[in-house]
C-alpha cells in the first residue's frame, strides 16, 4: 500500500470539530459569519427597552434615613450591654429592623392612617373597605424598599408612587408609624416581663421557704447543732462549725497540753533519779531489756496498724507499766526528792490518758456527724439555690420595672424625606443598556444556535476552513436531468468539467501522483459518492487507464453487472481469483466487480485478511482501483476499506450535511488508519458556485435484478448494458 506524501501530514493533523466543543477561533468565525443577527437582535432589544420606557408611567421615590440604637432601650444596663453586644450582633438586630419594615403590619398601619383605601391608585373602588384596605396595604408594600447601609446601624427606607407629594407622604408616614410601633412593642414586651418574672418570684419564694425548712428539720433530727457566730455561709464543715466540732479541738488542744506536761515530768523525774546506787542497776536492767523488746514490736507494728488499734494500744499500756517499775526501782535509791518527781510524773500521765479517751470518743462523734452532714449540705445547696434565684428575680423585676417606664425609642429619624424633583423611572440610560445586554445576549445565543442548526460544508472555502482538508472538486447541481454516460461524454458539459477537474486534484494532491487504489465514502446515504466513483472511472478510462470498479458496499450494492448475482461478497468468502468475479463494461479500459449477493455479515467480510489480499491480487492488472464504499454511518465498513487503499476520498453534498457529522467521519477513517486524501463537494447550487447544475444522488437498497437510471425524472432509462447504476 502506497501512504501519503510528508506534504499531506498537516492536513491529517487538521481540526477535528465536535458539537460540544469550539475552539476561539471557530467561536469568533461564528460571530463574524453571523454579526447581521447579533446587530438584529441588539436593535431589537433597544427598540423594545425604548418602547417600553415611553409607555411606562413615571415613578416618584423619597427616602428618608433611620438611625437604630440598640443601646436607647437598656438605660439601666447600657454599660455592660454595650460591652458584651459585638458588630455581628448589630448587624443582625439592624437584619430584624429591615424585616419589620417590610412586614404587612406596618404597611396596614400606614394605610389606615393616610386612609389609602379611598384612593384608585391603592384601594380602589371595589369591595368592602376591609378588602379595599388590605388591597392597598399590599400595594403599598410592594413599593417600599429598605436598605441596610454597611457597617453602620443606618437604614435608608424609601416608597415609590406616582405622585412626588404623595411618594413624601408616604414615607414620612412609615418612618413615623415605624417609630410607634416600636415603642408600642417594648412596652408590651415589658408589660409581658413583669407579669412572667412576677409569677416566677411567687413560684421561686415557696421554692425557698420549703427547702430552707427542709434544711431545718433534717438538722434537727440529725442533731447537727451549731455554735453561734460561726460559719457565714451556714455549712458545715471541718473548721468548728458545729459543737462536736467544736469540742473535739478543744479536747486536741488539752491533750497536747496534758502531753507537754506529762513530758516535762517524765524529763525531771528521770533527771532526778541519774544517780542511783550501782547495786539497784542489776534489778533494772531486765526492765530496760524487756521494754527495749516491747519498743521494738510496737515500731514494727506501726507499719502495719494505726496507733489507735487495740494491739498497739496494749503494747503502749506495757511500756508504760515497765516504766512504772523501772521508775520505781530507780526511786528506791534517790530518797524523798524521787518519790516526789515520781508521783508528779504518775499524775501527769493519768491526766495524758484520761484526755486521750476522750479525743477518741469525740473523733467517733466527729465521723458519725460527717456521714449525717452529707444530706444536710445537699439540702443547704438545694436552699441556696434558691435563694440566689430569688435574689435575681427580684433583680430582674425591679430593673424592668424601671425600664418599662421610659419612654425612649431604639428608632430615630436622623434624615426626613424630601419631595423628589424628577421621576426615577423610567431610567433611560439604564433602560437602553439593559436592552444593549440583552439583545447582544439573544443575539449570541442565536448565532450559535444558527450555527448549531445550519453549519453544512457549502462552498469549498468551508472545506479548508471547517475541516481543514484539500478541496478536489465541486460537482454542480444538473437541474437539466441528464443521464450521466451522456453528461460525462459531452466534454464542454459542467458534469464533465466538474469530474475531469476533480481527476487533476487527485493528481496534484500527493507527490507520488494519481493513487493505485481509490475508496470513495461520505457520511450518510445521497451525497452522490456512487455517481462520483462511477464518474472517476469512466473518466480515467477514456484518458486509457486501465480502471477496476469495484462495488464495496455489501449491504446496499449499486452497480449489478450482468446480472449473475456474484462479486465480491462471494470472493471474499472464497479463495478462487480475483479474475473470476471482474466483468467488462461498454466503456473501453473500465472493469467491474460486482458486489454479488447481499450479505448481513459485511463487517465480517471486509475485516477478514481475504481483502487485502485481493486488492494486492489486482493491483498489478489495472492503473487504477476505485472502490464504492458504503457511507460512514454508524458501521466500520467504510473505515476498513479505508485501512487497505492508498487514498480514501470523501464526498459531501454541498449545504446538506452538517459540519461535525463530516468531521466525525473523517476521524473515523483516520482512527482506521485510513489517508483522506480530499473531498468533492455534490450538487454545488449557483448560489453558492459559479459553475452549472447537476442532478443530486439518493443512496437506497437495491437488488440485483433492479435495474439504474441516471435521469432523475425518467421512469425508464437506457443504461450501460453491463454496469447497472440505480440513481434517483
Not at 417600553?52 to 415613578?59: G, K, N, Q, T, V
Not at 408590651?188 to 407579669?195: E, F, I, N
Not at 497540753?257 to 524529763?267: D, G, I, L, S, W
Not at 479505508?642 to 466525525?664: F, L, Q
Request: proline share 4%; net charge positive.
Amino acid at each position: 500500500m502506497i501512504h501519503a506524501a510528508t506534504s499531506n501530514q498537516p492536513q491529517e493533523t487538521g481540526v477535528e470539530t465536535e458539537a460540544a466543543s469550539l475552539e476561539i477561533q471557530e467561536i469568533l468565525r461564528i460571530l463574524r459569519e453571523q454579526y447581521r443577527t447579533i446587530l438584529a437582535c441588539i436593535a431589537g432589544g433597544l427598540l423594545v427597552t425604548g418602547a417600553l420606557s415611553l409607555l411606562s408611567a413615571p415613578l416618584y421615590r423619597s427616602s428618608a434615613l433611620l438611625q437604630y440604637d440598640p443601646s436607647a432601650t437598656e438605660p439601666i444596663e447600657q454599660s455592660r450591654t454595650m460591652m458584651l453586644r459585638s458588630a455581628v450582633m448589630n448587624q443582625e438586630m439592624v437584619a430584624t429592623q429591615v424585616g419589620l419594615l417590610r412586614s404587612d403590619a406596618l404597611a396596614m398601619r400606614v394605610a389606615e392612617r393616610l386612609n389609602l383605601a379611598g384612593q384608585p391608585g391603592y384601594g380602589g373602588t371595589i369591595g368592602s373597605r376591609e378588602d379595599r384596605l388590605q388591597r392597598a396595604a399590599s400595594r403599598l408594600k410592594g413599593a417600599i424598599q429598605v436598605e441596610a447601609i454597611k457597617s453602620s446601624l443606618l437604614l435608608r427606607v424609601s416608597v415609590s408612587a406616582g405622585n412626588a407629594e404623595l411618594s413624601t407622604q408616604l414615607t414620612n408616614a412609615l418612618a413615623e408609624e415605624f417609630i410607634a410601633s416600636s415603642l408600642e412593642r417594648r412596652y408590651s414586651s415589658s408589660s409581658y416581663a413583669r407579669k412572667f418574672l412576677s409569677d416566677q418570684l411567687a413560684k421561686t419564694k415557696l421554692a425557698l421557704e420549703q427547702s430552707e425548712r427542709n434544711v431545718n428539720d433534717y438538722a434537727i433530727q440529725a442533731r447537727l447543732f451549731r455554735r453561734p457566730g460561726q460559719a457565714a455561709d451556714g455549712k458545715v464543715s471541718d473548721e468548728g462549725v458545729t459543737l462536736s466540732a467544736v469540742d473535739l479541738a478543744a479536747l486536741q488542744d488539752a491533750l497536747n497540753q496534758a502531753r507537754v506536761r506529762r513530758v516535762a515530768a517524765e524529763t525531771a523525774w528521770r533527771a532526778g533519779a541519774s544517780e542511783r546506787p550501782a547495786s539497784n542497776e542489776a534489778a533494772i536492767s531486765p526492765l530496760i531489756q524487756q521494754r527495749a523488746q516491747l519498743q521494738a514490736q510496737y515500731a514494727l507494728n506501726l507499719k502495719l496498724f494505726k496507733p489507735d488499734y487495740p494491739a498497739m494500744r496494749e503494747i503502749q499500756a506495757q511500756i508504760a507499766k515497765l516504766d512504772d517499775q523501772i521508775a520505781r526501782e530507780r526511786a528506791e535509791g534517790t530518797g524523798e526528792t524521787g518519790r516526789a518527781l515520781r508521783a508528779a510524773y504518775q499524775a501527769a500521765l493519768r491526766a495524758e490518758q484520761v484526755l486521750d479517751v476522750r479525743f477518741d470518743a469525740a473523733k467517733v462523734e466527729m465521723r458519725g456527724e460527717r456521714s449525717r452532714s452529707i444530706q444536710y449540705n445537699i439540702l443547704q445547696r438545694e436552699a441556696d439555690t434558691n435563694r440566689s434565684q430569688y435574689e435575681a428575680l427580684l433583680q430582674r423585676y425591679k430593673d424592668v420595672t424601671v425600664a418599662g417606664g421610659i419612654g425612649q425609642s431604639n428608632i430615630s429619624l436622623a434624615d426626613p424625606p424630601r419631595v423628589p424633583q424628577r421621576p426615577y423611572r423610567p431610567n433611560w440610560p439604564v433602560n437602553l443598556m439593559l436592552g444593549l445586554f440583552a439583545g447582544l445576549a439573544i443575539g449570541v445565543v442565536a448565532a450559535f444556535t444558527a450555527n448549531l442548526l445550519f453549519d453544512t460544508i457549502v462552498v469549498g472555502a468551508d472545506v479548508r476552513r471547517k475541516l481543514g482538508l484539500r478541496l478536489l472538486g465541486a460537482v454542480p447541481l444538473d437541474r437539466n436531468s441528464l443521464e450521466l454516460d451522456v453528461a460525462l461524454a459531452n466534454r464542454k458539459s459542467a458534469i464533465a468539467e466538474a469530474y475531469y477537474s476533480t481527476l487533476t486534484g487527485l493528481k496534484f494532491a500527493r507527490p507520488e501522483g494519481m493513487p493505485g487504489t481509490l475508496s470513495i465514502t461520505s457520511s450518510f446515504p445521497g451525497e452522490g459518492k456512487s455517481t462520483t466513483a462511477f464518474a472517476i472511472a469512466a473518466l480515467s478510462a477514456r484518458l486509457g487507464r486501465r480502471v477496476l470498479l469495484i462495488d464495496a458496499d455489501l449491504r446496499r450494492p449499486t452497480f449489478h453487472g450482468k446480472g449473475r448475482g456474484v462479486g465480491l461478497a462471494n470472493l471474499l468468502a472464497s479463495e478462487r481469483p480475483a479474475t473470476d468475479f471482474i466483468e467488462s463494461m461498454e466503456i473501453d479500459n473500465l472493469s467491474l466487480m460486482p458486489a454479488g449477493q447481499v450479505s448481513d455479515s459485511a463487517a465480517e467480510l471486509l475485516s477478514s485478511a481475504r481483502l487485502p489480499a485481493i486488492v494486492a491480487e489486482v493491483r498489478d492488472r489495472f492503473d487504477l482501483i476505485v472502490l464504492d464504499g458504503p457511507p460512514v454511518l454508524g458501521l466500520t465498513d467504510a473505515p476498513l476499506l479505508a485501512s487497505v487503499v492508498d487514498a480514501t476520498m470523501i464526498v459531501i453534498e454541498s449545504g446538506k450535511i452538517r459540519t461535525p457529522n463530516v468531521a466525525n467521519a473523517v476521524r473515523r477513517v483516520r482512527e482506521a488508519g485510513g489517508r483522506v486524501i480530499g473531498v468533492v463537494l455534490t450538487k454545488v447550487t449557483q448560489r453558492n458556485a459559479d459553475s452549472g447544475g447537476y442532478g443530486y444522488y439518493e443512496y437506497q437498497s437495491s437488488t440485483a435484478s433492479e435495474s439504474a437510471r441516471f435521469d432523475p425524472n425518467a421512469s425508464e432509462t437506457k443504461a450501460p448494458a453491463v454496469a447497472r447504476v440505480q440513481r434517483t
